[in-house]
C-alpha cells in the first residue's frame, strides 16, 4: 500500500495538521511502510467474526443521573490561552 | 542498606515502628533526585514543598497512632500522565506546557487519602506513544543500569526513577506495554492490571479501549501493596469493575504448587535476543522445580497483534487527542489567521513527529473508504486475539514469556525506525487487546548487566495470582535486591 503525497495532504487536513513539505515526504513514506505491515491482517478471514469494540470485561456500567458539583468556573478557565470573563475567547468563525 | 534503597513496605514497617518519620524518607528522596537525576532525567517536575507537608501531614497521623494505611507516608512518584491538582500536567507534551491540572484523578486521589507523599511528575513518552521515552517532548530519559541506554516507555521516567532510587515506587499506565516492558529494562515490578481494575478518570487518554493503570515497584510486593491502594470501582470511569478487590498480600506466598503454567510457543521466536529466551527458559524450569506443571500453549494469533494494535491504538488516539486544539488549554497559536489555521498551526507545534505520524496513521485507517479494510479489520482480529486466550486459559492457570524480546537498547539506536521501535511490544500488547492482567518481573541479567524481564499474563480480574506466581520465583533470587551502579 503506497499513500500518495495527495493521500497524506488529505489525511493531514482530516487531523487538523499543517506538515511541512519535509513532514509530508517522511510520512508518506512511513507510513506507506506502516500499512504495508498492517497488510498482514488480510490473510485471515474474519467474514463470521464479530468485532471487539474495548477490552470491558464486565460490560459498560451506568450510574444515577444525579446532579453533582462541577468544576468552579474559575478553574475551568484557568489555563485558558486566551479568556474573556466568564469565557473562552475564540478567532472569529463566521466571515 | 540506605533509607532510599529499602522496599515500599520495608520503609512501611520503618515508618510504623518509628525508627524513621516520612520526612526522612522523602528528604532521602530528594536529596537522591539531586544527586543523580541530572543524569538519569526522570523528572519532569520535583514537588518538594507538596511532598514535604503531605510527609509532615504523614508523621503526624503515624505519631497521633492513626496512620492512613499500610503506606501511609511512602513517597511516591507519578507519571505526568496523571491529573494532579496544583501541579504541571503536560503527559510529555509541548502542547501542555504550562498546563496546571484544575483536579486530581481518582488514583491520585487515592494515593494522597492514603497518605503518600508525592515527590513529582516523571518522564514519558509524549501522550504515552512510544518504547523507550524519547518520544517525550522535552528529553529523553536514561537507564539506571547504563546512561547511554533507553530505560524502555512510555513509563520510562516511572521505571528510572524508582530503579534510580529517587522514589519507593511510581505509578505509570500501559496500552501495549509501557509498565511492563520500562519495568523489564530496569529491574523492577511492573503490573498492568485488568481492564476495568483501576479507574481511568483524571488519566490523560491515548487508546481508551486499552489504556490501563498500574505499579512499578522493586518487589512483588509493593506491586501487590500499591494495587491495593488503587484497585477499586470508581463511578467516574463507566469502564470502571464493580467488582470487590481481593487482599492482594494474603494469598501473595501461596507458592506455585498445583498450577499449571504455559509457554506460548508463538513468543519464542526467531530474532529474540539469546540471553532474554535463555533467562525465560530457565525461569519456566525453576517454576517447575518449585512444583508448577509448566506446558506448551498456543495463541495462534499472535503474530497479528502488532498490525491489530498499531490500527486500534492509533485510530483511538486520532479521535483523543482531537481535543487539543488550542482554545480551552495549552498551547495556542497565536500568530493564526482564522480558526482552522489556528488549529492546524496549533497542533502542528505542539505535537512531536510520533504523536502525529499515529494520529496520521490512525485519522487514515478511521477514513471514508478504509474504516472497513483497517480499523473493523483490525477489531475482528482483536476478537480472535481474546478468544486465544480464553482458549489457553482453559488449561492453564497463567502464561509466562519473555516480556521484551531484548534487553536495554541504545538511546537513538530505533527512534529513525517506526517499525522497529513498535516491535519492542510484540510479547506485552496482546494482553492489552484482550483486556488481561499481566506482570513484569526481574528474572536475570545480560553478560553486560542489563536486566532481563519475565512475563506473568492471568486470567480477567486474577491479577492475585500472577502476583503469587511473581512472588514464588522472586523469593527464590536476590535479583529484586540488585541496585544499578549510579
Given at each position: 500500500m503506497r499513500l500518495t503525497l495527495e493521500q497524506v495532504r488529505h489525511v493531514a487536513g482530516l487531523a487538523r495538521l499543517k506538515l511541512g513539505p519535509e513532514e509530508e515526504q517522511r510520512y508518506q513514506q512511513q507510513l506507506s511502510a506502516i500499512l504495508e505491515a498492517m497488510e498482514k491482517l488480510r490473510e485471515l478471514d474474519t467474514e463470521s467474526v464479530e468485532p471487539t469494540s474495548?477490552?470491558?470485561?464486565s460490560g459498560f456500567l451506568w450510574r444515577e443521573d444525579l446532579s453533582r458539583q462541577s468544576l468552579e468556573v474559575e478553574k475551568a478557565l484557568a489555563n485558558a490561552p486566551e479568556k474573556v470573563g466568564t469565557a473562552f475567547s475564540v478567532p472569529k468563525i463566521i466571515e | 542498606m540506605q533509607l532510599f534503597e529499602l522496599s515500599m513496605l520495608e520503609l512501611a514497617s520503618k515508618l510504623a515502628s518509628g525508627e524513621v518519620s516520612s520526612v526522612e524518607a522523602t528528604r532521602a528522596c530528594l536529596r537522591r533526585v539531586a544527586e543523580v537525576d541530572g543524569k538519569v532525567k526522570a523528572f519532569l517536575h520535583v514537588d518538594e514543598k507538596g511532598a514535604l507537608a503531605a510527609a509532615e501531614a504523614s508523621d503526624a497521623r503515624r505519631k497521633g497512632g492513626?496512620?492512613?494505611?499500610?503506606?501511609?507516608?511512602v513517597p511516591v512518584g507519578l507519571k505526568d500522565i496523571f491529573l494532579t491538582e496544583g501541579l504541571p500536567t503536560t503527559c510529555g507534551s509541548r502542547i501542555l506546557e504550562g498546563f496546571v491540572a484544575p483536579y486530581d484523578g481518582t488514583v491520585v486521589r487515592l494515593l494522597k487519602e492514603a497518605g503518600l507523599p508525592i515527590v513529582g511528575k516523571l518522564n514519558q513518552d509524549e501522550f504515552a506513544m512510544g518504547s523507550s521515552t524519547e518520544a517525550s517532548g522535552f528529553f529523553p530519559t536514561r537507564n539506571p543500569y547504563d546512561l547511554s541506554r533507553t530505560p524502555g516507555g512510555s513509563s520510562g521516567g516511572s521505571a528510572a526513577a524508582v530503579a534510580a532510587g529517587e522514589v519507593f515506587g511510581a505509578l505509570g499506565t500501559d496500552t501495549g506495554g509501557s509498565i511492563r516492558q520500562p519495568a523489564a529494562l530496569t529491574n523492577l515490578v511492573g503490573l498492568k492490571p485488568t481492564y476495568g481494575r483501576v479507574s481511568r478518570y483524571g488519566v490523560i487518554a491515548f487508546a481508551s479501549s486499552l489504556d490501563q493503570v498500574g505499579p512499578l515497584c522493586r518487589t512483588v510486593a509493593d506491586a501487590a501493596a500499591l494495587l491495593q491502594v488503587i484497585a477499586r470501582h470508581d463511578p467516574?470511569?463507566?469502564?470502571?469493575?464493580q467488582l470487590p478487590s481481593p487482599d492482594?498480600?494474603?494469598?501473595?506466598?501461596?507458592?506455585?504448587?498445583g498450577l499449571t503454567l504455559g509457554l506460548p510457543r508463538e513468543y519464542f521466536v526467531e530474532g529474540m535476543d539469546q540471553e532474554v529466551e535463555r533467562a525465560v527458559r530457565a525461569a519456566a524450569e525453576e517454576l517447575r522445580r518449585l512444583g508448577a506443571k509448566v506446558v506448551d500453549t498456543s495463541l495462534p494469533h499472535t503474530r497479528y497483534a502488532l498490525a491489530t494494535y498499531y490500527l486500534i491504538a492509533p485510530a483511538e488516539a486520532s479521535s483523543n487527542l482531537a481535543r487539543y486544539d488550542g482554545i480551552r488549554y495549552g498551547l495556542r497559536a497565536a500568530d493564526a489567521k482564522g480558526l482552522r489555521e489556528l488549529y492546524a498551526l496549533t497542533r502542528e507545534r505542539g505535537f512531536g513527529p510520533e504523536v502525529k505520524r499515529r494520529i496520521m496513521l490512525g485519522t487514515y485507517a478511521l477514513s471514508a473508504g478504509y474504516y472497513e479494510a483497517y480499523y473493523l479489520k483490525a477489531q475482528k482480529v482483536r476478537t480472535l486475539i481474546r478468544r486465544d486466550f480464553e482458549q489457553a486459559f482453559k488449561q492453564v492457570d497463567a502464561i509466562i514469556s519473555p516480556?521484551?524480546?531484548?534487553a536495554a537498547f541504545k538511546l537513538g539506536e530505533k527512534v529513525d525506525d517506526p517499525l522497529a521501535m513498535y516491535l519492542m511490544d510484540v510479547f506485552t500488547l496482546p494482553c492489552n487487546l484482550a483486556g488481561l492482567p499481566g506482570m513484569s518481573l526481574p528474572c536475570g541479567f545480560t553478560a553486560s548487566g542489563l536486566p532481563i524481564g519475565l512475563q506473568v499474563l492471568g486470567r480477567p480480574y486474577d491479577e492475585a495470582r500472577v502476583l503469587r506466581v511473581g512472588r514464588a520465583f522472586e523469593r527464590e533470587h536476590d535479583f529484586a535486591k540488585r541496585r544499578p551502579p549510579l
Open positions: 474495548h477490552s470491558t470485561l | 492513626k496512620p492512613a494505611g499500610p503506606l501511609d507516608g467516574l470511569d463507566s469502564t470502571s469493575a492482594y498480600l494474603a494469598g501473595l506466598e501461596g507458592g506455585v504448587a516480556t521484551s524480546p531484548v
